[in-house]
């Protein structure tokens, strides 16, 4: 995956297979969503997609960690 930002936009350029992977998190959250619904409990599986999911959206977004706010920024932001 490759982000580029430009003036009025940003393109987030991926292949056929990271795109496919996107909609594998999707469904993923939604069977987590109704499992946490209906039970009120999430199962150790279920974290760890979340902790997956975040690090493919930080990739995607090409995001950095600023440890003076600790939180993501978008790259290039102090």
Do not use: C
């Amino acid at each position: 995956m490759k982000t580029k930002i430009l003036k009025s936009k940003v393109v987030v350029d991926m292949s056929n297979e990271e795109y496919d992977t996107m909609f594998k998190y999707i469904e993923k959250l939604r069977s987590m969503l109704n499992t946490w619904h209906e039970t009120n409990d999430l199962w150790l599986s279920d974290v760890q997609n979340l902790h997956s999911l975040k690090w493919e959206l930080v990739e995607m977004l090409d995001a950095e960690w600023n440890p003076n706010t600790y939180k993501y920024v978008k790259r290039g932001t102090k």
